[in-house]
């Protein structure tokens, strides 16, 4: 059941850190991949910068927490692609 509910958690904040970040085109399982590396990195950050959010609800504190982490990770990805197009005429 963990691996399970980690995958969905993983899917929700993938979507949503995609859809905020104007859909960069990955697909269903990279958004997951995503979302739950998000997890890891929302927790640390929010954790080094001593940041809490009580929603009320853990899943959706969870779903707040890896969608951020997520957004951080397509961040960093986009300065990587965006990176290499740099310099070129289409």
């Known amino acids: 059941m963990g691996i399970l509910y980690t995958i969905i958690i993983g899917a929700i904040c993938g979507y949503i850190a995609d859809a905020l970040m104007k859909n960069n085109g990955y697909g269903l399982l990279i958004n997951i991949i995503i979302g739950i590396a998000g997890s890891f990195v929302g927790g640390w950050a ?45």
């Open 46 to 90: 929010f954790a080094k910068l001593g940041l809490t959010i009580n929603v009320g609800n853990s899943i959706l504190n969870q779903i707040i927490i890896g969608a951020s982490g997520a957004i951080v990770i397509l961040f960093v990805l986009g300065l990587i692609r965006g990176g290499k197009n740099r310099g070129r005429r289409r």
